[in-house]
Structure formats: C-alpha cells, structure tokens
C-alpha cells in the first residue's frame, strides 16, 4: 500500500503562484512514478503531469505545459507540483497519484490517489 497526502492548496489570484506537495508512505516511494491531476466541477478527472520514479522524466498536459513544473525528491517521499501563471481554469481539486509504470501516467487507472487538495484562482 501507498498512502498519499496533499497539501498546498488555496486561494490564488490570477498570475499568481502556488507550489502542492504529495507526501507519500508505505511502500519504497522511489519505485513509483508519480502524477498529478485535477477535477474541476462537473468535469472529468484530467491528467496535468507525471514524472518516472529518478526525476528524469517528466511529460505535461499541453493546458500546462510552461507554467507549472513537477519535481520529486525520493530523500523525503514527496512530490511536488509548482503553479505559475495561474489562470481562472486551473481551478479543480488537484490529486496526486502513484503508479509503477511511468508510461500509465496519463491514464487515469492507478492503484494508489490521494484525498485531493482545492485550487480556486480568482479572476
């Protein structure tokens, strides 16, 4: 098992930035490509980033590509997501999510998610 906890979110006017935080336990954090992803109201789930167990991967949905940038630091069992340039349309509950298999990232069919952190950027 994988236990997974978001923090960072908030309230954010447009422009601004906000960094989220995945804290990670259980089983050896390093073995897992990690991935955030986010639901607005009414709309689906949607993949935003990912990044392969080393860090040396990292892939991004094109609605973010540019302003928002995923790093981990395997040392601490955390992931992190930083948001810049934030727009109105990124606000959503921001999920983080574990998988073994970096190239399943964009999916949406993981074993290990976390409970999910709100994001609201104000126009």
């Known amino acids: 098992q994988v236990q997974l906890v978001e923090s960072g979110g908030g309230l954010v006017q447009a422009g601004g930035s906000l960094r989220l935080s995945c804290a990670a336990s259980g089983r050896t954090f390093s073995n897992y490509a990690m991935g955030w992803f986010r639901q607005a109201p009414g709309k689906e789930r949607e993949f935003v980033a990912a990044?392969?167990?080393?860090?040396?991967?990292?892939t991004y949905a094109d609605s973010v590509k540019g302003r928002f940038t995923i790093s981990r630091d395997n040392a601490k069992n955390t992931v992190y997501l930083q948001m810049n340039s934030l727009k109105p349309e990124d606000t959503a509950v921001y999920y983080c999510?574990?998988?073994?298999?970096?190239?399943?990232?964009?999916?949406?069919?993981?074993?290990?998610w976390g409970q999910g952190t709100q994001v609201t950027v104000s126009s």
């Open positions: 999510a574990a998988d073994p298999t970096y190239s399943r990232m964009r999916s949406l069919q993981h074993d290990y």
């Open positions: 990044i392969s167990w080393s860090g040396g991967m990292t």
